[in-house]
């Protein structure tokens, strides 16, 4: 058993005390921004996700929503299909024109629910269940027609896929300036229209084993909350720093310590999306694979008559100068 402990404040000790050996799987997967988290011991009877069946089919892949689309069609011309027989054949076949049989019953239950026309089939006037059954199957088609248009809808303009155009460098940096430790990472845009009100935050993530019961504390990494330079302006690339100070989780940690540690450092990035106003969320992280030490990214930048990006140098790192 284990739980997620969450530190506004750090204490060194808690971070330097028991490194862990091995290597933990990442919580994190970075092709899909998805956590890697297992759930398990749900109480299935009282699980909330029928009771939220509009977030599970949204969530749902897109093969699952046009087979409950197709069966949702199918059950119910084959249902109307029987109570078009049912009642023809209660009425000694003079409620319908031409609809003798069940396969009648069910071409005239499409023709009614898809509105293509009846040809030589039709609704006698005086048949009361008739026109009941028409006015009731017309509705059941708006409504499926509506939910299912709603739901295909809502799947295509989901600001999910956004996160594939906005670009997290393959490796962060941590180098020394002028006596002060930074952690570094890049981030991009691919698509010239923007992303409103852009914001990043950092979490450090660390697997501990105390008393036999694993614990994962949860730790901030300032990237400028308090002073603004948390919030982006992705016109160009932008190299995202955390100052190592004495406020900092990673304060008291040398390159061997990290070498020893198991971790991750969560990036979330967050914004709306200019064509839609829909919140559009990417995640990554960094584990201490994923870190190279005395170096710095290099520069993506030229200028001749108009301002240049060069996206082949987004993950290219140099050495630092001793």
Same mark, same amino acid.
């Given at each position: 058993?284990?739980?997620?402990?969450?530190?506004?404040k750090?204490?060194?000790? $808690?971070?330097?005390? %028991?490194?862990? =050996? =091995?290597?933990?799987?990442k919580?994190?997967?970075?092709?899909?921004?998805?956590?890697?988290?297992?759930?398990?011991?749900?109480?299935?009877?009282?699980?909330?996700f029928?009771?939220?069946?509009?977030t599970t089919?949204?969530?749902?892949?897109? &093969?699952?929503?046009?087979?409950?689309?197709?069966?949702?069609?199918?059950?119910? &011309?084959?249902? !109307?299909?029987?109570?078009?027989?049912?009642?023809?054949?209660?009425k000694?076949?003079?409620?319908l024109?031409e609809?003798?049989?069940?396969s009648?019953?069910?071409?005239?239950?499409v023709?009614?629910q898809?509105?293509?026309?009846?040809?030589n089939?039709?609704?006698?006037?005086n048949?009361?269940?008739?026109?009941?059954l028409l006015? @009731?199957?017309?509705?059941?088609?708006i409504?499926?027609?509506?939910? !299912?248009?709603? @739901?295909?809808?809502?799947?295509?303009?989901?600001?999910?896929?956004?996160?594939k155009?906005?670009?997290?460098?393959?490796?962060?940096?941590?180098?020394?300036?002028?006596?002060?430790?930074?952690?570094?990472?890049?981030?991009?845009?691919?698509?010239?229209?923007?992303?409103?009100?852009?914001? $990043?935050?950092? =979490?450090?993530? @660390?697997?501990?084993l105390?008393?036999?019961?694993?614990q994962l504390? =949860? !730790?901030?990494?300032?990237?400028?909350?308090?002073n603004?330079?948390?919030?982006?302006?992705l016109? *160009?690339?932008?190299?995202?720093?955390?100052?190592?100070?004495?406020?900092?989780?990673?304060?008291?940690?040398?390159p061997?310590?990290?070498?020893?540690?198991d !971790?991750?450092?969560? $990036?979330v990035? %967050?914004g709306?999306?200019e064509?839609t106003?829909?919140t559009?969320?990417?995640l990554?992280s960094?584990?201490?694979?994923?870190?190279?030490?005395?170096h710095?990214?290099?520069?993506?930048?030229?200028?001749?008559?108009?301002?240049t990006?060069?996206?082949?140098?987004?993950?290219? *790192?140099?050495?630092?100068?001793p």
């Amino acid at each position: 058993m284990g739980e997620t402990v969450r530190y506004s404040k750090y204490t060194p000790a $808690v971070l330097m005390s %028991e490194p862990t =050996q =091995q290597h933990t799987p990442k919580l994190l997967k970075r092709s899909s921004g998805r956590s890697q988290i297992k759930y398990t011991g749900l109480n299935t009877k009282n699980i909330g996700f029928l009771r939220d069946i509009y977030t599970t089919v949204i969530n749902a892949k897109w &093969w699952v929503i046009l087979v409950v689309f197709t069966l949702a069609y199918l059950v119910s &011309w084959f249902f !109307f299909g029987g109570l078009w027989y049912a009642a023809n054949k209660n009425k000694n076949f003079t409620c319908l024109v031409e609809v003798d049989s069940y396969s009648a019953a069910f071409l005239f239950s499409v023709e009614v629910q898809a509105t293509i026309g009846f040809g030589n089939k039709y609704i006698r006037s005086n048949c009361i269940e008739g026109i009941l059954l028409l006015v @009731l199957q017309s509705l059941l088609s708006i409504l499926i027609t509506s939910i !299912f248009g709603g @739901l295909v809808y809502a799947k295509v303009v989901r600001p999910r896929n956004r996160r594939k155009t906005l670009l997290f460098s393959e490796k962060a940096v941590l180098y020394e300036n002028n006596g002060e430790k930074l952690f570094e990472f890049r981030v991009g845009n691919l698509r010239h229209d923007g992303v409103v009100e852009c914001h $990043v935050r950092l =979490q450090l993530y @660390l697997p501990r084993l105390v008393n036999g019961i694993y614990q994962l504390e =949860q !730790f901030d990494l300032d990237v400028g909350y308090n002073n603004g330079r948390d919030r982006l302006f992705l016109l *160009t690339p932008v190299i995202i720093t955390h100052h190592i100070t004495a406020g900092s989780p990673l304060y008291n940690l040398s390159p061997r310590d990290m070498a020893e540690m198991d !971790f991750e450092i969560v $990036v979330v990035l %967050e914004g709306a999306v200019e064509a839609t106003g829909l919140t559009a969320q990417a995640l990554w992280s960094y584990t201490k694979e994923d870190i190279v030490y005395d170096h710095t990214f290099n520069s993506m930048l030229s200028r001749s008559h108009k301002w240049t990006v060069d996206f082949s140098h987004f993950n290219e *790192t140099v050495p630092i100068s001793p």
